[in-house]
C-alpha cells in the first residue's frame, strides 16, 4: 500500500472519541467476548477484571476499528492490544480446516522502541498464551541478534512478530519475513517514543511491505504533534481512547515531589547518609547522567557496605531484562540507572520549543551562547566517557571457550531462547563488545567468522587512538525511564538532574504506581555551586565527582513550571548539612578510594560477569532456574578497598535529618516530616548482634527469590505475584 493511498483512508472527522473516566464496576473479560483459552490465561495470571483502557478498546477492536489510545504504561494497554490481536488470530485458525497451509503465517505485527519493551511485551503475550497450545507463538527480534539465527526463525513465519521498526524493516527488505499475505494487525506501542527514536521513516518505509488492509493500533503516552505523522499513515477513522484513568496508571496524586539545592560533592554526602540510616526507605531508583557516573556511585556506595545494581545501555540486553525482572521482584533495593536511550532527540526538541517560548533579541542571543557552552559540555561529556573507554590491550583476558555457547553455528539454544520470549543478546554482539574494551583479538577465531567482526577486532587493536573511539558497546535502543513496567518504586531519586523536562517526567514516573505513595528527591547544583565544586574535587584529585554537564537550574525551572501548569508543586527538602559534618570525613575517604582507575576496572569488571551472566540467562529463560542460584548482579565489584569501619554508623554520629517519607505534603504525622529518632540498642541487642543471633525478624534476612525463581511463574512461594515483601 503507499503511503499516499494510505493517507486517503484517514478520515479523522469520523474518529469516535472516548473519554473514558469510568469502568462498570462488574465488567469482566469474559463480558468482552473473548476467546476462552485467553480468559483462562488471564484467570492464571490473576487478572480478574479489565482496565478502563481494556474495557474500552477490546470491544471497539474485536469489530475491527483502528485504535488511537492515549494511554501509559502501567494502563494495562499490552493487553488491551495483545489480547484483541490474539483473538482474531485464534479465530481465523479456528476457522480452517486442519493442517491448513494458511494456518502457518505471520498475521500481527507489533512496533516497540527499545528492546527492554520488546523484551517485556514479548514475556508478557508468553503469559496470555499459556493456554493456546502452539495455536498462537510470538518471536521477538529486537536487539541485534545475528541474521543468521533470525533468519530460520522468520522462515517458521512466527503468529506475532515483536520489533523495533528498523529492525523488522532490514528483515523485510531481505525477504526473510512476509507481511503481506495474511497479515491483520498492526501496533505501534509508545507511539511517542517510536518518533523519538526517529522511526518514522522506518515506519513508512515499512507500510510498503504490508498489504492494503489491516487493523492498526496506535499507543502513545501523549497524542501531541510528535505523533501526528505516525496518525496519519497508520490509522484510519480510528476510534480515540483519552484515557484519564488513574487507577493504574502514575498518578501525580500520589507522587510527592523534592528538590535540593546542593553542592556537586555534597550529593553523595547527602544520598549516602539517606541510605545508609534508612531516611529514604523503601526500593529506590537512582537516575545518573552517565555510565562512568553509575559505577563511580556504585563504587562510592559499596565503600560503605551498601550494595546496589547498575542498569545501564553497556549491559548485556539479557542481563538488562534479567536485572529489572529482579528489581521488580525486590532482590534488589537500589538501581543504579542511566536514561541515555530515552533522551534521544528530546534534548533538542525541548529547546527548540524553549526558544519559541522564549522571544526577544536579548534571550536569543544568551540562549545561543548557552547552546553553544551546551554542545562545549557535550563534547566533554563524550570525550570523558571516551576516556574511560581506554582500556589498556590486554587488561582483561578473554575466557570464551566452546562451552559458553559463542559458537555463531550453535543457534539451536538461542532460537529455542527467542521463541520463549527471551530476545537472547546477539553472541557476536556481545564478544564484540568485549573485543572493543578488552582491546585484544583474544577470542576464538572460530567464533569469530563474520569479517564484520573481525574488522571490528583488528580496528580495536589497530591503534589506541581507534580503541578510544570504540569502548564497550552501547545499545542505541536502550530505554529505562519509558515503557518498562517497574513495580513498587517507592522512591526516584535524581543524583543527576535530568537534562530535559520531559525526561524529568520520565523519570519520576517511574515510582508512584499502581495507587502506591511515591517519592521523587532531585539534586539541583546551582552553576555557582558547580564551580566552588570544582575548586572542592581538585582536593579529592579528580574532576570526575563533579558533573558539570547541562544547566540543572535551568531545566530545574522548567521542570517547575510544568509541574505547576499540571497542577503540582516540587517542595524544598531541606538538609541541615551541619548535621553531616560526622560524616563527611568518610565521604572524602570514600572519595579517595575511587579512583578513575578503580572505575574503570570495576566497569570492566562488571561488563565482564555480565557477558558470563548473559550466557547464563540462555538457561533462565530456557526455564531451568536451579543454574541462576547464584547468579546476582549487584555483586561488589570492589577494586577498591572498603574499609569495614565505615559499614557502621555510631550513635554520637545520629543525625537528626527530615526522613524523606512516601506521606503526602501537608501530611504532618510523625512520620511525614518528624526528625527520625533512633532507638538506642539496649546491651543485650548489641550484645545479641555481636553474637549473630540477634538478627531483627523481618529485616535481618530476607529471603532471596532468586534461589526460587522461576520465569514467567510471578515469582516463588515466598513471593507470590512477584510482590514485595519489604514494602516501604
Ligand atoms: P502495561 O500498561 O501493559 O505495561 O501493564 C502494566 C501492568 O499492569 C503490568 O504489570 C500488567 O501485568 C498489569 N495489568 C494489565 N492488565 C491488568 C488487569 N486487567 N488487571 C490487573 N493487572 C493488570
Known sequence: ?????????????????????????????????????LLRGLAKMNFTKPTPVQAKSIPLALAGKDILAKARTGSGKTAAFMLPLIHKILAVKDSLPANSPEATATRGLVLVPTVELAGQVTAFTNNILLFCGRAVNVLNIAGKQNDKVQQPLLATQPDIIVATPSRILAQLKLNAVDLKTHFQTLVIDEADLVCNYDYQEDVKELLTFLPKIFQSFLMSATLGDDVDSLKQLVLRSPAILKMEDKTMDSSWDNLKQLYTICSETDKYLILYVLLKLKLLKGKCIIFVNSIERCYRLKLFLEQFSIPSVVLNSELPLNSRVHIVEEFNKGVYDYMIATDEGGL??????????????????EEEKAEDEEDEDKEDEQDEDEEEDEEIDEIPEGEIEMEFDGSEGEDIEDGDDEMEAMMKGSDSEDDEDEAS???????????????????????KAES???STKSKKKSGPKKDQEY??????????????VNFDFPPTAKSYTHRVGRTARGGQMGTSLSFVVTAEEKEKSVKSSKILGSSGWVHMFGDDEQVFNRVVKQQEAAGCTINNYTIPMQQLAGFRYRMDDAMRAVTRGSIREARLKELKAEMLNSEKLKAHFEDKPKDLEFLRHDKTLHPTRVQPHMKHVPDYMMPKVQAVSTQKIGDTTPEGLGHITYKKKTQNSVRKARQGKGANKSGGKKNDPLKKFSFGGGGSKNNKGGKRQKTA
Do not use: C, W, Y
Not at 494510505?6 to 469520523?14: D, F
Not at 567464533?447 to 574488522?455: G, H, Y
Not at 530505554?479 to 526516584?492: K, L, Q
Open 344 to 361: 534521544k532527540g528530546e534534548k533538542e526538541e525541548e529547546e527548540a520549543s524553549v526558544q519559541e517560548l522564549e522571544a526577544g533579541d
Open 1 to 37: 500500500m503507499s503511503v499516499e493511498k494510505t493517507q486517503k483512508h484517514i478520515s479523522e472527522t469520523e474518529a469516535a472519541e472516548v473519554t473514558p473516566n469510568t469502568v462498570d464496576d462488574n465488567l469482566t473479560f469474559a463480558d468482552l467476548g473473548l476467546d476462552d483459552r
Open 433 to 455: 563488545a568485549m573485543a572493543d574494551i578488552d582491546g585484544s583479538a583474544a577470542v576464538d577465531s572460530k567464533k569469530r567468522k563474520s569479517s564484520e567482526l573481525e574488522t
Open 479 to 492: 530505554g529505562v525511564s519509558r515503557g518498562i513496567d517497574f513495580v513498587n518504586v517507592a522512591a526516584v
Open 460 to 462: 580495536a587493536t589497530a
